[in-house]
């Protein structure tokens, strides 16, 4: 059992955090995960004054990061990130048909997993999955903007992941929010704000390689069973 203490984060910067930091509160956190729509300086303070690494998806409204990243932080949608065992993947973006950046139609989210089979059957699979958005019916909103991605979901019901953090669905929303859902065997956790979380995984010594071909037909069976 592999075991790591993670500060989440996604959608409204901590005052707490940025104004009254106190290191003591974050002592003995391993990782940084950030669901999105949280500014690239707020990041960079994040990943230097709590002295972990930093992985992070896009959130629609982080179109600034283009051109100004985020500082010693990683993107998880460029690559997954393998951290003492676990494996992460991450998607930024939310569901519109807006041009905006990070804005994404049900098919796009669909082509960006399916870009990155082979990035998953090589590691075999993994054990969190990061996203701005909720997958559909999973934590997300009754409007057309907050609606989960589909692919999201298949993915989760495919790989059965242990967690999957994502932003976006605000807890201040209203209409009886969840911080943590499950489905299956994985953890849903909505990151809104910041937490800090004791995670465990039941690690294998080593990850067993998926087939690219099988990866790919098992995911376009999956996906063409939830339409």
């Not at 393998?82 to 669909?110: C, L, M, Q, W």
């Not at 800090?196 to 990850?207: G, S």
Request: charged share 20%; glycine share 10%.
């Amino acid at each position: 059992m592999t075991k790591i203490r993670v500060l989440v984060v996604a959608d409204e910067e901590s005052k707490f955090i940025w104004d009254y930091f106190d290191r003591s509160v974050f002592k003995g956190i391993d990782l940084i995960l950030s669901c999105g729509d949280l500014k690239p300086s707020y990041l960079s303070f994040l990943t230097t004054m709590v002295a972990a690494p930093l992985f992070y998806v896009h959130g629609n409204h982080d179109g600034r990061m283009i051109l100004h990243p985020p500082e010693g932080c990683d993107n998880l949608e460029q690559k997954m990130q393998v951290f003492k065992g676990i494996r992460i993947i991450g998607f930024g973006g939310a569901n519109s048909r807006s041009p905006k950046p990070f804005h994404y139609t049900e098919r796009d989210a669909a082509r960006q997993i399916t870009k990155r089979m082979q990035e998953i059957s090589y590691h075999g699979g993994f054990d969190i999955l990061v996203t701005h958005a909720p997958a559909l019916g999973l934590g997300d909103g009754e409007d057309i903007f907050h609606k989960g991605f589909r692919a999201y979901r298949t993915m989760l019901d495919l790989y059965q992941p242990s967690y999957h953090f994502h932003g976006h669905q605000h807890l201040n929303y209203g209409g009886g929010n969840k911080r943590l859902i499950t489905h299956g065997p994985t953890q849903i956790y909505n990151a809104y704000g910041y937490s800090i979380l004791e995670l465990e995984f039941p690690l294998a010594q080593k990850h067993k390689r998926i087939s690219y071909i099988k990866a790919r037909y098992d995911w376009s069976r999956a996906y063409g069973r939830q339409v």
